[in-house]
C-alpha cells in the first residue's frame, strides 16, 4: 500500500495531552479560544484515516449547522487540501477520501434529523453545552451504535446544563478506574494560551461570573430559564448557605421525591420560628425504599433508605419534644402522590410498605402531596426559599440542584417553554417543592391557627384525613 505524508499543524501542549488521552468517551472542558475546534478536526481526520474498516463514517457537530459551518468548515478544507484525490462537496459541507472510503461531514444539532439512520465511527460534539440534548440521544448515540463509535463532548460551560451532566458522569467513571472515559478540564490561568494581558482586558469588558465561566471554565454562573435565581440572589446576599448546627430541640422533617428505578431524592430540615433550616440532603440511585418483608439470612438490611433516614441522628418524633397530648408518635414525611400507586410484582403500595413494615425500625408514616399543578407548586418553592437556610456541605448537591432547576428550551420556538426540564436537577427539585407544599398546610406562628369554622379550616382536617395525618392537636 502507498504510504501518503501530511504535515499537518503541531499540536499545542495541552492539546496534545488531550489527543493523549482520547478514548471511547471523551469529555473536555476547556476555555474560549482554547483550541477545541482545531484538536477535533485533526482528530476526525486521523481517526478517519487510521479506520481499516468498510466506509467509515465521522460526524462534526456542532449547536447549528451555519455554526458549523463558519467554524469549522474553513479548517477541515484546509486540512484536507493537500490530500489527493479528496472529494469536497460545498453543499453537504462533506469531504470523502477515496483511499478508504472514509467521509467526514459536518452538522447541526438544530437539523440533527438529517443524520438519522446512518451509522458512524465517531462524532464530535462541539460547544455541547450550546446544543440541544436531543441531538445526541435520538441521533448520534444510536448512529453509534453498530461500529461501536466514539464520541468527544467538548466545549465550556454554561451553568449546570446537559453538558455538566456528561462531564460528573465521566469524572466519576474515570475516577472508578474506567478506562473507556476520559475526563479533562483546562482553565485559561492553567494553561497559558492567552497572554496574561489579553485575560486582563478580557477580565474588564466582562461580569465577573462570565469570566469566570468562559476562561476559567466554571459551571455556577447563573443558569438562563432558571426558577429560583432571585431567590439564591437573595439567598447568597443573606448568607443563608453556610455551616448549620442540627437542632435537638427542634424536631425534623423529611421530604422524598421517589422515583422507580430512578434517583431519590431526600431534604431533612427544620421548621424553626420563621426560619426553615435544611439540614441534610441524600441523593442515590438504585436503592430501595424499604428491606424485603422476611429478608434471607445475611441480608443487607441498611442499604435502603427507611434504613438510612432512621439511622440519622435526628429526632423525627414532635411528641418527643412537646408536651405531648397524644400517645401517637406524630413525624412529619412529605411524599408524591405516586406513594400511593401499586407496585407491580408484590402489590402493595409504597405508602403501605413503609407503614405496616414487619420491622418496626423501618416503619413509616408518609404525609401524601396531592398532586397538583406545577406551576402552584414552584410558586409555594419560592416562598419557602424566601424563609430557607441551608447547610453549606451537607446540602450541597441538593443546592446544586435547585439553582439549575429550570425551563425547558424549546429550540424551534427559541424560547423557555412553561415546564421544567427534567434532568438530573429534578429529583432534589421535586423533592424541595413536596416539602414546601407539606409546610404550607402549617401556620407560620402558632398563634394565627385557621378559624375553626373557615371553609380553609374544614378543607385542611379533611385533608389530614385522607393523607393519614393526624390532626392538629398540639402546637410546639
Ligand atoms: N495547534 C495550534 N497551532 C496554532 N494555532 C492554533 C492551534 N490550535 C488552535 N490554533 C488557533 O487558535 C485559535 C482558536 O482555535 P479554535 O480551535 O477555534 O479554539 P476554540 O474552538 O477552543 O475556541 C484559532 O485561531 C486557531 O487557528
Ligand atoms: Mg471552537
Redesign the pocket.
Same mark, same amino acid.
Given at each position: 500500500m502507498p504510504t501518503l505524508t501530511v504535515q499537518l499543524?503541531? #499540536?499545542?501542549r495541552d492539546?496534545w495531552t488531550l489527543f493523549q488521552a482520547f478514548t471511547r468517551w471523551n469529555v473536555w472542558v476547556?476555555?474560549?479560544?482554547?483550541?477545541?475546534?482545531? #484538536?477535533c478536526l485533526y482528530l476526525l481526520l486521523l481517526e478517519a484515516f487510521r479506520n481499516r474498516q468498510a466506509r467509515p463514517r465521522y460526524a462534526y457537530v456542532a449547536p447549528l449547522y451555519r455554526q458549523a459551518k463558519a467554524?469549522a468548515w474553513d479548517?477541515l478544507k484546509y486540512f484536507v487540501q493537500y490530500i489527493p484525490g479528496t472529494k469536497v462537496n460545498e453543499q453537504e459541507l462533506r469531504v470523502d477520501f477515496p483511499q478508504n472510503g472514509a467521509r467526514i461531514q459536518l452538522l447541526g444539532a438544530d437539523s440533527p434529523d438529517t443524520l438519522r439512520g446512518l451509522y458512524l465511527d465517531g462524532a464530535v460534539l462541539?460547544e455541547y453545552a450550546q446544543m440541544q440534548p436531543r441531538a445526541w440521544r435520538e441521533v448520534i448515540r444510536p448512529a453509534l451504535a453498530d461500529r461501536t463509535g466514539w464520541a468527544i463532548w467538548i466545549g465550556t460551560p454554561n451553568g449546570r446544563n446537559h453538558f455538566y451532566d456528561v462531564a460528573m458522569r465521566a469524572q466519576g467513571r474515570q475516577a472508578a478506574g474506567d478506562t473507556s472515559y476520559s475526563y479533562r478540564i483546562f482553565r485559561a490561568s492553567e494553561t497559558g494560551i492567552l497572554s496574561a494581558a489579553e485575560l486582563a482586558s478580557a477580565r474588564e469588558t466582562m461580569q465577573d461570573f462570565e469570566y469566570q465561566q468562559e476562561f476559567e471554565c466554571s459551571w455556577t454562573a447563573p443558569v438562563p430559564g432558571s426558577y429560583y435565581q432571585e431567590e439564591f440572589a437573595a439567598i447568597e446576599r443573606q448568607g443563608r448557605v453556610r455551616p448549620l448546627v442540627y437542632d435537638p430541640y427542634y424536631p425534623t422533617c423529611t421530604a422524598w421525591d421517589l422515583g422507580i428505578n430512578d434517583t431519590n431524592a431526600i431534604w431533612y430540615f427544620q421548621p424553626k420560628g420563621n426560619e426553615v433550616h435544611f439540614i441534610d440532603y441524600d441523593e442515590g440511585s438504585s436503592t430501595p425504599l424499604a428491606p424485603p418483608d422476611y429478608p434471607q439470612p445475611g441480608a443487607d438490611l441498611d442499604n435502603n433508605w427507611l434504613a438510612i433516614v432512621r439511622s440519622k441522628p435526628y429526632i423525627y418524633d414532635y411528641s418527643r419534644l412537646a408536651e405531648p397530648r397524644s400517645r401517637e408518635p406524630y413525624e412529619q414525611h412529605f411524599g408524591p402522590h405516586d406513594l400511593g400507586e401499586r407496585e407491580y410484582g408484590s402489590g402493595k403500595t409504597r405508602y403501605g410498605i413503609a407503614l405496616y413494615h414487619p420491622m418496626e425500625r423501618y416503619r413509616l408514616r408518609f404525609t401524601v402531596i396531592p398532586r397538583g399543578p406545577i406551576q402552584d407548586g414552584i410558586a409555594v418553592a419560592r416562598r419557602l426559599l424566601s424563609r430557607a437556610v441551608f447547610d453549606e456541605e451537607r446540602c450541597a448537591r441538593g443546592l446544586d440542584a435547585l439553582r439549575a432547576y429550570r425551563r425547558e428550551w424549546n429550540e424551534t420556538s427559541q424560547a423557555f417553554a412553561d415546564h421544567p426540564y427534567h434532568n438530573w436537577a429534578s429529583n432534589g427539585s421535586d423533592a424541595f417543592r413536596y416539602a414546601a407544599i407539606g409546610l404550607e398546610g402549617e401556620p407560620a406562628t402558632p398563634e394565627h391557627p385557621l378559624p375553626g369554622n373557615s371553609f380553609l379550616w374544614a378543607r385542611e382536617q379533611a385533608k389530614r384525613a385522607r393523607t393519614g395525618r393526624p390532626l392538629r392537636t398540639f402546637r410546639l
Amino acid at each position: 500500500m502507498p504510504t501518503l505524508t501530511v504535515q499537518l499543524p503541531d #499540536l499545542r501542549r495541552d492539546q496534545w495531552t488531550l489527543f493523549q488521552a482520547f478514548t471511547r468517551w471523551n469529555v473536555w472542558v476547556c476555555h474560549r479560544r482554547f483550541g477545541k475546534t482545531m #484538536l477535533c478536526l485533526y482528530l476526525l481526520l486521523l481517526e478517519a484515516f487510521r479506520n481499516r474498516q468498510a466506509r467509515p463514517r465521522y460526524a462534526y457537530v456542532a449547536p447549528l449547522y451555519r455554526q458549523a459551518k463558519a467554524i469549522a468548515w474553513d479548517t477541515l478544507k484546509y486540512f484536507v487540501q493537500y490530500i489527493p484525490g479528496t472529494k469536497v462537496n460545498e453543499q453537504e459541507l462533506r469531504v470523502d477520501f477515496p483511499q478508504n472510503g472514509a467521509r467526514i461531514q459536518l452538522l447541526g444539532a438544530d437539523s440533527p434529523d438529517t443524520l438519522r439512520g446512518l451509522y458512524l465511527d465517531g462524532a464530535v460534539l462541539d460547544e455541547y453545552a450550546q446544543m440541544q440534548p436531543r441531538a445526541w440521544r435520538e441521533v448520534i448515540r444510536p448512529a453509534l451504535a453498530d461500529r461501536t463509535g466514539w464520541a468527544i463532548w467538548i466545549g465550556t460551560p454554561n451553568g449546570r446544563n446537559h453538558f455538566y451532566d456528561v462531564a460528573m458522569r465521566a469524572q466519576g467513571r474515570q475516577a472508578a478506574g474506567d478506562t473507556s472515559y476520559s475526563y479533562r478540564i483546562f482553565r485559561a490561568s492553567e494553561t497559558g494560551i492567552l497572554s496574561a494581558a489579553e485575560l486582563a482586558s478580557a477580565r474588564e469588558t466582562m461580569q465577573d461570573f462570565e469570566y469566570q465561566q468562559e476562561f476559567e471554565c466554571s459551571w455556577t454562573a447563573p443558569v438562563p430559564g432558571s426558577y429560583y435565581q432571585e431567590e439564591f440572589a437573595a439567598i447568597e446576599r443573606q448568607g443563608r448557605v453556610r455551616p448549620l448546627v442540627y437542632d435537638p430541640y427542634y424536631p425534623t422533617c423529611t421530604a422524598w421525591d421517589l422515583g422507580i428505578n430512578d434517583t431519590n431524592a431526600i431534604w431533612y430540615f427544620q421548621p424553626k420560628g420563621n426560619e426553615v433550616h435544611f439540614i441534610d440532603y441524600d441523593e442515590g440511585s438504585s436503592t430501595p425504599l424499604a428491606p424485603p418483608d422476611y429478608p434471607q439470612p445475611g441480608a443487607d438490611l441498611d442499604n435502603n433508605w427507611l434504613a438510612i433516614v432512621r439511622s440519622k441522628p435526628y429526632i423525627y418524633d414532635y411528641s418527643r419534644l412537646a408536651e405531648p397530648r397524644s400517645r401517637e408518635p406524630y413525624e412529619q414525611h412529605f411524599g408524591p402522590h405516586d406513594l400511593g400507586e401499586r407496585e407491580y410484582g408484590s402489590g402493595k403500595t409504597r405508602y403501605g410498605i413503609a407503614l405496616y413494615h414487619p420491622m418496626e425500625r423501618y416503619r413509616l408514616r408518609f404525609t401524601v402531596i396531592p398532586r397538583g399543578p406545577i406551576q402552584d407548586g414552584i410558586a409555594v418553592a419560592r416562598r419557602l426559599l424566601s424563609r430557607a437556610v441551608f447547610d453549606e456541605e451537607r446540602c450541597a448537591r441538593g443546592l446544586d440542584a435547585l439553582r439549575a432547576y429550570r425551563r425547558e428550551w424549546n429550540e424551534t420556538s427559541q424560547a423557555f417553554a412553561d415546564h421544567p426540564y427534567h434532568n438530573w436537577a429534578s429529583n432534589g427539585s421535586d423533592a424541595f417543592r413536596y416539602a414546601a407544599i407539606g409546610l404550607e398546610g402549617e401556620p407560620a406562628t402558632p398563634e394565627h391557627p385557621l378559624p375553626g369554622n373557615s371553609f380553609l379550616w374544614a378543607r385542611e382536617q379533611a385533608k389530614r384525613a385522607r393523607t393519614g395525618r393526624p390532626l392538629r392537636t398540639f402546637r410546639l
